[in-house]
């Protein structure tokens, strides 16, 4: 009779420690798995990267369209490249160069 109270205490103290190590595993899934909190977390900062990305180059895309705009349309603008890109100069000016200053 004895070891039938000994097995029954066991078996009293295993049904204890079943549930809370079901719990724990079912925590740690829901902070630790793939789809779980932490996961989650990264997942929205990447996101947040994702869409500064996108912002940097829409407003990149929409300077070089200004910029194609005023190529096409503004004779200004052409001089203004091609006396900064290439280098050109108005008949008749005289250009300076001076070594830069270390």
Not at 54 to 74: C, G, H, P, W, Y
Request: glycine residues 8%.
């Amino acid at each position: 009779m004895r070891d039938a109270e000994k097995r029954e205490a066991g078996m009293d103290r295993l049904w204890g420690i079943v549930p809370l190590v079901v719990v724990s595993a079912l925590i740690a899934i829901a902070f630790f798995g793939e789809r779980g909190l932490f996961r989650a977390l990264e997942l929205a900062r990447h996101e947040e990267q994702l869409q500064l990305q996108v912002s940097k180059a829409e407003a990149e895309n929409a300077r070089l369209k200004n910029r194609i705009t005023a190529l096409q349309k503004d004779p200004g603008a052409i001089e203004e490249a091609a006396r900064s890109g290439l280098g050109m100069v108005r008949e008749g000016e005289i250009v300076y160069q001076f070594p830069a200053g270390d």
